[in-house]
């Protein structure tokens, strides 16, 4: 199942609304859709599961949605410790595939 | 609090083995509650999961990478390992594991293993 994510980049101000894009090319099973932030030099950190729950000690402004094969990951207002890149995770169907991330940075 | 390590040689020659190794502290890897993966990021890339080991000893790989890779686990040290054969510079990558519900919930800091002669 190829996830595609767009924008590639998405260029944002502090306190700007963010909102990426995860399209699936088969439906995703059960919405079995994660989302995890990577900042550089550091492991991806798991933010969303089930499309739309938010992981332990994830701040409520990260907030994801939808079904099917359309996916989507808001940051209500961007913080400085927000930009980094995000990927997007099918774990519906075996092999569990990524998306090839979406690079949020400073505008 | 649970932590992830992955240790093992920085550098492996083409057509040999990669082996690394994840040792696993604040959570026991014989859980039935979870799984346990290998995923890699090429520098600047994406990622890209490897495979998955259970407890019970069920594994599953993907197929991209099923002819070249063994993952296995031993509970006595509570260290899963990784075993990738006949490498090539494109197996140059941050090696993590991860803890896995099905979605990876916490991951180690990863290894760069870098193939070269």
């Known amino acids: 199942n190829v996830l595609t994510q767009s924008p590639g980049t998405l260029s944002l101000s502090p306190g700007e609304r963010a909102t990426l894009s995860c399209r699936a090319s088969?439906?995703?099973?059960?919405?079995?859709l994660a989302w995890y932030q990577q900042k550089p030099g550091q492991a991806p950190r798991l933010l969303i599961y089930?499309?739309?729950s938010r992981a332990t000690g994830i701040p409520d402004r990260f907030s994801g949605s939808g079904s099917g094969t359309d996916f989507s990951l808001t940051i209500s207002r961007l913080e400085t410790e927000d930009f980094a890149v995000y990927y997007c995770q099918q774990y519906g169907t075996s092999p569990f595939t990524f998306g090839p991330g979406t690079k949020v940075d400073i505008k | 609090q649970l932590h992830l390590q992955e240790s093992g040689p920085g550098l492996v020659k083409p057509s040999e083995t990669l082996s690394l190794t994840c040792t696993v502290s604040?959570?026991?890897?014989?859980?039935?509650?979870?799984?346990w993966g290998w995923i890699r990021q090429p520098p600047g890339m994406g990622l890209e999961w490897i495979g998955s080991i259970y407890s019970g000893g069920s594994r599953y790989y993907n197929p991209s990478l099923r002819s070249r890779v063994t993952i296995s686990m031993d509970t006595s040290k509570n260290q899963l390992s990784l075993r990738l054969n006949s490498v090539t510079a494109a197996d140059t990558a941050v090696y993590y594991c991860?803890?896995?519900?099905?979605?990876?919930?916490?991951w180690g800091q990863g290894t760069l293993v870098t193939v070269s002669s």
């Open positions: 991860a803890r896995q519900r099905d979605y990876f919930d916490s």
């Open positions: 088969q439906s995703v099973s059960s919405n079995y």
């Open positions: 089930g499309a739309s």
């Open positions: 604040g959570d026991s890897i014989s859980s039935d509650l979870y799984y």
